[in-house]
């Protein structure tokens, strides 16, 4: 579960991410959200990093593809939501070199081939909640959906 998350920052720390306002295979972003995309494009999934354009701060990943590898623990279960259609659970999540950072995960089965493992994280409750919001305002294209 915690490996994925090293390797994707490893493409990125590389140069291998290329900013872009928009990706077909990323999901549309909330108008007015102010984000941009970073994309990284792999063999079998694409990471899509959103970035608010007046501080580069992140505000969710979303990872598309095949089989993820989020394996949702029942005792770190949270809030309920909505994302574009798809009832998910939000569950709690950790940054192992920083504890103070507070982190939301979910799943949405985009079909019988595609998911979207979305993550975020904030430094306080509050802007958990907002990027949280931000997230749920997702809607995915059919490219990323795979025509399912």
Known sequence: MRTMPLLLAGLLWSG???AQAADENCPELPEGSG??????HGPDFVFCKAI??????????????SGSTFKP????REENAVIDG??????????ATRRE????????ELGRRRDAHIVVRADSEDLLARNQRLAEALRFSPVAVGGD
């Open 16 to 18: 291998l991410a290329a």
């Open 35 to 40: 984000l941009d995309w970073q994309v990284v």
């Open 52 to 65: 608010h354009a007046v501080d580069g701060t992140q505000a969710l990943s979303v990872m598309i593809g």
């Open 73 to 76: 623990e029942r005792g770190m």
């Open 86 to 95: 798809h009832k998910v659970r939000w569950y709690r999540g950790d940054v």
């Open 101 to 108: 950072v507070h982190v939301r995960e979910t799943l949405v």
